[in-house]
């Protein structure tokens, strides 16, 4: 049996976890800015259902890579409060999956703004 107050208690605990993250992490605000500013961008642009499905895919994965590379540099931190060259290591993957996803994100980005403008560009000479 699924324990209601148990699941509740998690999506609390959850919901902290994103405060914290968008409130001291300076990467997250950077990757929440841009995600407001695509979103403004896409209602000017009228994306459709799927560009929006895919749009809002690509900044759910940013924000989650960035949430679990926050999670391990700061148990890095715990686990090795010194400088130790294999948590430097970790760390250093840890961003460089970020910064992976977020390429794409901003890849993929471009291509559907771009297809639109060029859409409407292409509208207006005809």
Known sequence: ???????????RFAGRGL???FQYENNAKVHLLAAVCTVIVGFWLRFSVTEWAIILT?????????????AIEKLCDVVSPGHNPTIGNVKDMAAGAVLI??????VVGLLIVGNKILS????LTE
């Open 101 to 106: 996803l977020t390429i794409v994100a901003v």
């Open 120 to 123: 409407s560009l292409s509208s």
């Open 58 to 70: 690509q900044i759910g994965l940013v924000w989650a890579a960035e949430a679990v590379n926050t």
């Open 19 to 21: 405060l914290d993250l």
């Open 1 to 11: 049996m699924i324990d209601l107050q148990k699941t509740l208690r998690s999506f």
